[in-house]
C-alpha cells in the first residue's frame, strides 16, 4: 500500500462516517412537505418527520417519497463503506451514524424522527434476504392491526433473531443496536399502545374520507 493510497483510507475512515451523519441529518419529510404541500409536519398530526406523518398530512404519494428518500439516507453511506473499507466494525458505525442524523437531525436543533425507514436502508446492501422476510411480517402486522408502530416494532424485534438464525454474526450488534434505538424512539407509542389509544392507520385514512364526503 502506497503512502497516497493509505492517507486516502485513512480520510474516508474519518469522513464517511461524519458524511452518513450528515446525510441521515437531512428532514426528508420536512422539505418534502413545505415544499410541494405547503405545511410544517412537526405542528400537526403526530408532528413526526416521517414517511408515516407525511403520508397522513400530504397524502400516499409523497410518504412514499419520504420513505424512498429516507431509506437512501441509510443505504448509501453502507454501500460506500462496503467498498471502501469493509470491516463490520466500520460499516456499522457508519450505519449508526446515519440512524443517529435522523433521530438527532443537527439541521432540526437535534431533533429528528423514529429512524425506522433509515434503519431498513442500512440493512438493504448487508441482509437483503432477512430484511425482506421482517418486512414482509411488518406489512402483515400494520395490515391486521391498522398500527404502524407495532409493525415497525414488530421489524427490529424480527431482524436481529434471522441475523442470528442465518449466521449473520458480524451484523448481529447492528441489528441489536438498531432494536435498542428504534424501541428508544418509539417509547410514546408503546405507551399508547398499551392505553389502547395509538391512532391507527386504517382509522386515520377512514376520518380523512369522512371528512372528504361531508365536504
Not at 183 to 199: D, S, Y
Request: a positive charge; proline letters at 5%.
Amino acid at each position: 500500500m502506497t503512502p497516497q493510497s493509505s492517507s486516502t483510507q485513512e480520510l474516508v475512515l474519518y469522513a464517511l462516517p461524519l458524511a452518513a451523519y450528515l446525510l441521515g441529518s437531512v428532514p426528508w419529510g420536512l422539505v418534502i412537505a413545505k415544499t410541494f404541500c405547503g405545511l410544517d409536519p412537526r405542528l400537526d398530526g403526530s408532528r413526526n418527520t416521517g414517511a408515516t406523518n407525511i403520508a397522513r398530512l400530504c397524502g400516499f404519494g409523497y410518504g412514499v417519497g419520504t420513505l424512498l428518500c429516507d431509506l437512501f439516507k441509510g443505504a448509501a453511506p453502507v454501500w460506500l463503506a462496503l467498498h471502501w473499507h469493509p470491516a463490520p466494525v466500520f460499516v456499522s458505525l457508519v450505519g449508526l451514524a446515519s440512524i443517529a442524523g435522523h433521530s438527532w437531525s443537527c439541521f432540526m436543533k437535534f431533533r429528528g424522527g423514529k429512524a425506522v425507514a433509515t434503519s431498513i436502508g442500512i440493512f438493504l446492501p448487508l441482509a437483503f434476504a432477512q430484511l425482506l422476510a421482517a418486512a414482509l411480517l411488518c406489512i402483515l402486522v400494520i395490515w391486521r392491526s391498522g398500527y404502524v408502530s407495532l409493525g415497525s416494532l414488530t421489524l427490529v424485534t424480527v431482524l436481529p433473531v434471522l441475523l442470528a438464525v442465518f449466521g449473520l454474526w458480524q451484523w448481529l450488534p447492528l441489528g441489536l443496536c438498531v432494536f435498542a434505538l428504534v424501541v428508544f424512539r418509539h417509547a410514546e407509542n408503546i405507551r399508547r399502545l398499551r392505553a389502547g389509544t395509538e391512532k391507527s392507520w386504517l382509522k386515520s385514512r377512514q376520518d380523512r374520507r369522512d371528512r372528504q364526503d361531508t365536504q
